[in-house]
Antibody, heavy 116, light 114 residues
C-alpha cells in the first residue's frame, strides 16, 4: 500500500526540541522530493519545508529557518524534521507530503503541542 | 512571499447546485516559459489530511470526480463543483507553487450544504 506515516509528535515545553519522522512505503521514496506542511488547531495549512531526492537542496519557510532541519534517509525510506527552540506558535499537526510543490500523497499527521 | 486570498471564507450551497470558490494571488503564478499556472486545489474533510484535487490550475488528479474543475490564469483562479454532493462538504484550499519556495496556501473556504 502506498502510504506515509508520521510519528514523533507530543507535548514539549517552549524552547525544547522534537524530532518528527515520516515512514514511506509502497513507492520509490528516493525518486521524490518530500515536504512538511503544518496546520495549527482550527487553522489553515502552512508549508514548512521540502527536500530534494538526494538531500542536496532544502527550503524552509522564514518562520522556521535556523530552528528546524529537514533531512531524509533513503535507505530507510524515511523523512525527518528536527525541531529546536520550539515556540507556542509551532503547535500544529505536522503532515509529511510527497512532492516538490503540491502534495499528491499525505500522511495522517502527528500533533506537536508546545506548552508549559 | 506570494499571498493567496480565497473568497468567500464560507459557502452554503444546495445539493445538486453549483459551488464556486475563488483564489487570488498577490503576483502572477503563470510561468511564461512553459505557459503553466503553478496552482493547486485541495479538499480537506474533518480529521483527514488534505487531498489534492487539481494541479496546474486545471488538471484533475486521477480519481477525482469530473464535477470538480479548475480554471483561471495569472492571478485569478476558480474551483467549481458543478453539482454539489453531500460528500463534498469540506474545507477547500488553493496553493501556489511558483518557482522557489515557500509555497503558500489560501486561508481556506468552508463549504456546507444549504
Amino acid at each position: 500500500e502506498v502510504q506515509l506515516v508520521e510519528s514523533g509528535g507530543g507535548l514539549v515545553q517552549p524552547g525544547g526540541s522534537l524530532r518528527l519522522s515520516c515512514a514511506a512505503s509502497g513507492f520509490t521514496f528516493s525518486s521524490y522530493w518530500m515536504s512538511w506542511v503544518r496546520q495549527a488547531p482550527g487553522k489553515g495549512l502552512e508549508w514548512v519545508a521540502n527536500i530534494k531526492q538526494d538531500g542536496s537542496e532544502k527550503y524552509y519557510v522564514d518562520s522556521v529557518k535556523g530552528r528546524f532541519t529537514i533531512s531524509r534517509d533513503n535507505a530507510k525510506n524515511s523523512l525527518y524534521l528536527q525541531m529546536n527552540s520550539l515556540r507556542a506558535e509551532d503547535t500544529a499537526v505536522y503532515y509529511c507530503a510527497r512532492g516538490y510543490s503540491y502534495g499528491d500523497l499525505w500522511g495522517q499527521g502527528t500533533l506537536v503541542t508546545v506548552s508549559s | 512571499d506570494i499571498v493567496m486570498t480565497q473568497s468567500p471564507d464560507s459557502l452554503a450551497v444546495s445539493l445538486g447546485e453549483r459551488a464556486t470558490i475563488k483564489c487570488k494571488s498577490s503576483q502572477s503564478v503563470l510561468y511564461s516559459s512553459n505557459n503553466k499556472n503553478y496552482l493547486a486545489w485541495y479538499q480537506q474533510k474533518p480529521g483527514q489530511p488534505p487531498k489534492v484535487l487539481i494541479y496546474w490550475a486545471s488538471t484533475r488528479e486521477s480519481g477525482v470526480p469530473d464535477r470538480f474543475s479548475g480554471s483561471g490564469s495569472g492571478t485569478d483562479f476558480t474551483l467549481t463543483i458543478s453539482s454539489l454532493q453531500a460528500e463534498d462538504v469540506a474545507v477547500y484550499y488553493c496553493q501556489q507553487y511558483y518557482r522557489t519556495p515557500p509555497y503558500t496556501f489560501g486561508q481556506g473556504t468552508k463549504l456546507e450544504i444549504k
